[in-house]
Each structure stands twice: as C-alpha cells, then as structure tokens.
C-alpha cells in the first residue's frame, strides 16, 4: 500500500562511554535526508556513564537530543528494551555508534518498505567493513567475505539481520524485549517472524564498520558469533531456531574454497582462530551474557 504520509521516527543509540563516536553518529544522522520520515527525537542511552562524557554532552542543545546517562553497564539488550520502552513514534531505528553511512539516503531507504508494506515489522539495513589497513583487520574482513558468501548460497533471510542498522514498527517494538543476553541481531529477526511480522532486508540502506585491529578483540569477536545459536536455543523452540539459522557444510565448505583462492592465508588464519573459539566454547561453553567485555579497538 503505498502512501505520501510521513511516518515519525525515533532513532536510538545505545553507547557504552564512546563520547567521540557520539557526537560524530549524531552529526550524520543530522544530515541524512529525510523525505520519508519525519524526525521526531534521537536518544542515545550510555550503558556505563562516567564524569569526564560531561564535555561531550554539554555540546548538545538540540531539543530532539535525549541522553540517558546510565552509571551501571547492562549491556546493549538492556539499553535497546529502554529506547523502545521511551519511545511511541511510529518507528525506531536503532543504529551502533560506530559505524559510517555510505550516502545521505540511508535512513530514508530504511523508511520506505513500511510506507509500500504494512504487514512489516522490521527493516535491516546493509553493513559492510571498512578498508582493512592492519593484517588483523585483513584476516576480518577475510571471515566477513565467508559470511557474505554462505548467506549469497543459503539464501536464509535470517543471517541478513544485522545488528548495526534496524528499523522497528510500533506494533513490533512495543512487544519486543532483548532477553539479558548476546546475539541481539539474530533474535530480533526471531522475534518478528515469531510474533506473526514480516521481515525486510534493504540492501539499498548501507552502512560501514570498522573491524578489530586486536587480536584479542578478533578472537571475542568469534566466540560471540559461534555462541549465537545456542543462545538462540535458549529462547525459542530448538525446531523454530534450526529451520531458520541452518548453516548446510557444503555452504560453509565453497565459501572457505572461494574466498581461500583469492585469499589464502588470511583465510588460514581465520581457519585456525575458529578452531580455537569452537574448542573454547567446548570447554567453556558459549559467551551468553550481553555485558561482554567490549571490543575496544573498534571504537578509535
């Protein structure tokens, strides 16, 4: 159904102390266009405020800047239950801080197919690397391209779901709660085909993250994703998780030969640091929790 209303939009941030990423997602956002929507409020909630944030927080007197400043760290699930608790516009987008838009249009694209489709509960936009500089980030990006690779072959909405960039109608927000747990991006696809909403996948909305440049922050990186289903498991019906997060080995299988070729021994590498991960969850299980312990090196 299409239509020339405007829909009002809240976007929400949830940041763990990252004064400078702040104020630089909040500058873009005021830059996007938005013929689509209209601009009703940006929250940003601090998961784990401290004194010295003061000096970036006096820098904002925009009336449709709302900043909770949380002293205690609960984690991204817990500050996502609290934008959609805060917010009654007819959208909420919920964006990372560190991230980059690839052009003006992003948020409006992110818009559009709940103005053609009133069935949708939920948008998920595009995310993709930055240029790699460092081997670490090298060896990353090597990992993603085997993502991009397996979800090209499985065709399986559900790994399109990204946490970065997500959109959210009323009707969805008002009954989703993250669980007080990792792997919010799965569970909010989930979610909303659980609960009866379509999902949307907007290629056209894209945006851009930088990778770790630790290898320390590598490693936590995969024991997040590799835990990802259990937690899933924990939550929904094991059946209603495997139908919709399967990963076929003759998938994984091409996309580790495909990217190999082009790229061998960052692939090795990633190889070998999954291996690691696979048998630390083994003997330790699987990282749940959603106050894990923050991939730094991503944030400068």
């Not at 995310?127 to 090209?152: C, D, G, M, Q, R």
Request: aromatic share 12%.
């Amino acid at each position: 159904m299409k239509t020339n209303k405007k829909l009002t939009v809240t976007i929400g941030i949830p940041a763990y102390f990252e004064g400078s990423n702040v104020i630089s997602i909040v500058s873009k956002i005021m830059s996007q266009n938005t013929t689509h929507f209209e601009l009703a409020k940006i929250v940003v909630v601090l998961d784990g405020y401290e004194d010295e944030f003061s000096e970036y927080l006096s820098m904002y007197h925009n009336e449709k800047v709302k900043i909770f400043k949380n002293t205690n760290r609960k984690g991204k699930s817990h500050r996502l239950n609290q934008i959609f608790e805060t917010s009654e516009t007819d959208l909420v987008i919920t964006l990372d801080t560190d991230i980059d838009f690839a052009n003006e249009n992003v948020l409006d694209n992110l818009v559009i197919p709940f103005l053609k489709n009133s069935s949708i509960g939920m948008v998920s936009g595009k995310s993709f690397p930055t240029t790699p500089n460092y081997f670490v980030e090298k060896v990353s990006l090597s990992s993603i391209l085997i993502w991009e690779e397996i979800k090209s072959r499985s065709k399986n909405p559900a790994f399109t779901a990204e946490g970065t960039i997500r959109c959210f109608c009323k009707a969805l927000y008002k009954q989703l709660r993250f669980p007080n747990k990792s792997a919010d991006d799965i569970y909010s696809y989930l979610a909303c085909t659980h609960l009866g909403f379509k999902y949307f996948h907007q290629k056209k909305s894209i945006v851009n993250y930088k990778t770790p440049k630790s290898w320390v922050d590598f490693y936590r990186g995969q024991i997040r994703f590799l835990s990802s289903l259990s937690i899933q498991e924990g939550e929904f019906n094991n059946e209603f998780v495997k139908n919709n997060f399967c990963i076929k080995n003759s998938d994984r299988i091409a996309a580790l030969l495909k990217v190999g070729r082009k790229l061998p021994l960052q692939t090795i590498v990633y190889i070998f640091t999954w291996i690691i991960a696979k048998i630390t969850i083994i003997i330790s299980g699987p990282v749940t929790t959603s106050t894990w312990k923050i991939l730094l090196s991503t944030k400068k």
